[in-house]
Structure formats: structure tokens, C-alpha cells
């Protein structure tokens, strides 16, 4: 069984368009992020949930809104994408705050 | 905002060599931890070093804490082709659950 899943794993899709990401974490813990990672291989956190509320929101655009139905899924949903949000976008969770992150495989975006 | 300054970006070496790589900052922090990365992969906890001037090792790798708290270090021995991908320090920021990473350094191993 996957620990961290994320679907889809790559995403092709025209500026302008909605697009999600889902997430799914089987190990029980309360926090879940996601980050983004540019071509660069830079890793930018973007968000952070501990038991479906929201921590972080690390100056992202309105246009990415996250949503946690419960503590195991931490969705992503994207309005309007523009070219600059093709990146690879990386769900993980955490069993408590000090940085023991359990990343999934990557959401590859691109977008045209 | 706070940084982490990881050197080198890049490092071609020979299968067998040892590697160094260090994280610095100008903020303390009570944490360092060291993350691989696999090509297609996400991040993978290597290393988590809890108190300033510890050493731990784990197999071929081995981190230090520095006693300053405001850097870390990595080494790899003998390197071998799986060692292949991107290494990023990472530290949590003020307990508020949020994790910042360095830029990474990603291992090359020549033919």
C-alpha cells in the first residue's frame, strides 16, 4: 500500500483551464502539505493542514485554494492556470511538527 | 524572509569517492534534517539531527548538526551509483509546521 498517493501523476492542460490534485495519506497522521517544485528542483511549501484545518498559506495565489475533507486527503484546485504554474507539485504529511515529511511521488503539471 | 544556503549546487565525483555537502543560515534553528531525492521521486527522509554538535550516521552517510545551530553537513562515503539524485537540508520553522528546504545538491557520478 502507498503511504503518500497523489492522481493524477501528470497533468497536461491549456492556460485558463480548472484543474485538481488529489492526496491520500494511509499513515494516520494529522498534518498534510502540499509544495511546489519548479524546474529548478526548488521545493516551495505552499500549505499546510493539521486535522483538516488550515496552518499555512504561504502567500500563494487565490487561485489555488486546498481542501481537506478529512485529515487523510489534502486536495489542491487550481482556477485559471497560467504557464507559470507548470511545475511538479508534491503532496506529504507529517505524524507531528518537527519535519519528518512522507512525501507522495509528484503531480506533474504542465501547462500549455 | 529565513534561508537556507546549501553548497555545492552540483557535484560530479567518481563511483567510490567521498562527497561533502553543507546547508548554512543566518537564522538558528533546532532541527537539521537531510532529504534525498530520487529522479521521478518525492523526498525521502535520510537523516534528523535534534541537538547542536550531534553526529549520526546512518550506513554510508553520516550528518553533523553544527554547535553554531545555524549549519549542517553531510557526508557519503564510498560513494556508489544509487547515490545518484538531489540532497536537501530542511528545517522546521518556529513550530508553527512549516518546513523550509535549501536549494539542493545534486550528486552526479561520472562513468
Known amino acids: 500500500d502507498t503511504a503518500v498517493s497523489q492522481t493524477p501523476k501528470y497533468l497536461v492542460t491549456q492556460m485558463g483551464n480548472d484543474k485538481s490534485i488529489k492526496c491520500e495519506q494511509n499513515l494516520g497522521h494529522d498534518t498534510m502539505y502540499w509544495y511546489k517544485q519548479d524546474s529548478k528542483k526548488f521545493l516551495k511549501i505552499m500549505f499546510s493542514?493539521?486535522?483538516?484545518?488550515?496552518?499555512i498559506n504561504e502567500t500563494v495565489p487565490n487561485r489555488f485554494s486546498p481542501k481537506s475533507p478529512d485529515k487523510a486527503h489534502l486536495n489542491l484546485h487550481i482556477n485559471s492556470l497560467e504557464l507559470g504554474d507548470s511545475a511538479v507539485y508534491f503532496c506529504a504529511s507529517s505524524p507531528h511538527w518537527d519535519g519528518e515529511l512522507f512525501f507522495g511521488e509528484g503531480s506533474r503539471l504542465t501547462v500549455l | 524572509g529565513q534561508q537556507l544556503n546549501q553548497s555545492p549546487q552540483s557535484m560530479f565525483i567518481q563511483e567510490g569517492e567521498d562527497v561533502s555537502m553543507n546547508c548554512t543560515s543566518s537564522?538558528?534553528?533546532?532541527?537539521w534534517l537531510w532529504y534525498k531525492q530520487d529522479p521521478g521521486e518525492g523526498p525521502v527522509l535520510l537523516i534528523a539531527?535534534?541537538?547542536?554538535?550531534e553526529l549520526t550516521s546512518n550506513g554510508r552517510l553520516t550528518a553533523q548538526f553544527g554547535i553554531t545551530r545555524k549549519d549542517s553537513f553531510l557526508n557519503i562515503s564510498a560513494s556508489i551509483p544509487s547515490d545518484v539524485g538531489i540532497y536537501f537540508c530542511a528545517v522546521p520553522v518556529n513550530r508553527d509546521d512549516k518546513i523550509i528546504f535549501g536549494k539542493g545538491t545534486r550528486l552526479h557520478i561520472l562513468p
Open positions: 537564522s538558528i534553528f533546532n532541527t
Open positions: 539531527l535534534y541537538k547542536a554538535g
Open positions: 493542514y493539521n486535522n483538516k484545518e488550515l496552518i
